[in-house]
């Protein structure tokens, strides 16, 4: 039988509420005490993990502490720094570049609305989701490739048949179906949940807490 869209939302609400449960204190996995330092480590994030971003970012921070400084930097002094993560050379130069626009536009200081982080180069509707929630208390809801894994397998959406779905449509209709003070807290359990449960290649089925209800639920083979 299919499900309604009624019996769907309910569904999500009633996963959701045992996510709480499991995960009750979610919170971003970057390291950051300022929103310079979020917006520059989730742009680092990309194609690596934020444990690896945590191990280069604090001699980062500590060579430039302002926005004028790492538009100024060195670009082999930066991709020394953060060698570690990957993509270096091309990561140093959305680095310099998102620092020379932030001095140029906006005195050094981050902005703080969608629009204003989406025009800065290199940031896309994801980070600055990211930034919005987590540095400024703003709603926002991050859709990376664990969101969209897990709501997939939720069937929390209307498209995952689809082996790409647009991260914005995603974000538009899982957001309709909570309040928006839950928005970022709910994109980081998803998250964490997809970390640690819901794995791309091989989920925990037999440990989920959500195994009961998930339409994509499979008992192990004995």
Same mark, same amino acid.
């Given at each position: ?6 019996? /769907?939302? @309910? /569904?999500?609400?009633? &996963?959701? @509420? ?14 950051? =005490? ?6 520059? *480590? ?11 971003v945590n191990t280069v970012t604090p001699e980062l921070f500590s060579t430039y502490p302002t926005a004028a400084a790492l ?8 991709? &020394? ?7 270096? /050379? =091309? ?7 998102l620092a020379t626009a932030l001095s140029e536009r906006f005195d050094g200081e981050v902005p703080h609305t969608m629009d ?11 980070? *600055? ?5 987590? *540095? ?28 790409? =779905? ?5 974000? /538009? &209709? ?21 970390? @640690? ?15 009961? =209800?998930?339409?994509?639920? &499979?008992? *192990?083979?004995?």
């Amino acid at each position: 039988m299919r499900e309604t869209k009624t019996a /769907r939302i @309910a /569904r999500m609400h009633d &996963e959701y @509420a045992t996510l709480c449960q499991v995960i009750p204190a979610p919170r971003c996995a970057l390291n950051f =005490s300022s929103p310079l330092q979020l917006l520059i *480590a989730t742009v680092l994030s990309a194609q690596t993990t934020d444990k690896r971003v945590n191990t280069v970012t604090p001699e980062l921070f500590s060579t430039y502490p302002t926005a004028a400084a790492l538009a100024g930097a060195n670009p082999a002094q930066v991709e &020394e720094i953060i060698r570690p993560l990957g993509f270096f /050379r =091309s990561k140093t130069q959305h680095l310099i570049g998102l620092a020379t626009a932030l001095s140029e536009r906006f005195d050094g200081e981050v902005p703080h609305t969608m629009d204003e982080l989406t025009s800065l180069p290199g940031v896309g509707r994801k980070t *600055a989701n990211v930034v919005l929630g987590n *540095a400024f208390g703003v709603p926002g809801f991050p859709v990376d490739t664990h969101v969209m894994r897990v709501t997939g397998r939720l069937r929390w959406r209307t498209d995952w048949r689809i082996a790409k =779905s647009d991260p914005v449509k995603v974000e /538009r &209709e899982i957001t309709a179906c909570f309040p928006p003070d839950e928005w970022t807290d709910l994109s980081h359990r998803l998250i964490l949940f997809g970390r @640690a449960t819901c794995h791309a290649r091989k989920p925990d089925c037999g440990h989920c807490p959500l195994a009961d =209800s998930c339409p994509s639920y &499979e008992p *192990a083979q004995s």
